[in-house]
Nanobody, 122 residues
């Protein structure tokens, strides 16, 4: 199994940037595909970005394409989400997750972090 801990959330003004980090421990992180998801109050958890275990493939939700970048450093067992040009509608709790099978669906991810709050003020 793998344990995930997110950090880097906070309060930022619209147009600003944040970088989220997700540190993994336990089983070798490079054996997992990684994803970022978010959940706003009253809404379902939604896909944000995913990275294959070998970083050869990345995918993004249309709402964040061109503004967010997922990356990972398997040597450091860490996956990142660089968020630029933030908008108030990006406000949510952001979760990182790991899976054995590459997917954009939250239900396919077996391992989750506790989440980190991102608040974007207008």
């Amino acid at each position: 199994q793998v344990q995930l801990v997110e950090s880097g959330g906070g309060l930022v003004q619209a147009g600003g940037s944040l970088r989220l980090s997700c540190a993994a421990s336990g089983r070798t992180f490079s054996t997992y595909h990684a994803g970022w998801f978010r959940q706003a109050p009253g809404k379902e958890r939604e896909f944000v970005a995913a990275s294959s275990r070998g970083t050869s493939r990345t995918d993004y939700a249309d709402s964040v394409k061109g503004r967010f970048t997922i990356s990972r450093d398997n040597a450091k067992n860490t996956v990142y989400l660089q968020m630029d040009s933030l908008k108030p509608e990006d406000t949510a709790v952001y979760y990182c997750a790991a899976t054995y099978t590459y997917s954009l669906r939250p239900s396919d991810y077996a391992f989750w972090g506790q989440g980190t709050q991102v608040t974007v003020s207008s």
